[in-house]
């Protein structure tokens, strides 16, 4: 989960619709 975060918030587009879910754990999103 820890990578998928990683790799969402480093695109913050592809990945952003599976991101949500785990943002809330890291917030990484902002």
Do not use: D, F, Y
């Not at 918030?9 to 990484?28: Q, R, W």
């Amino acid at each position: 989960l820890l990578k998928q975060q990683g790799v969402g918030a480093s695109k913050g587009a592809p990945t952003n619709e599976e991101v949500p879910p785990l943002l809330p754990m890291g917030g990484k999103i902002e």
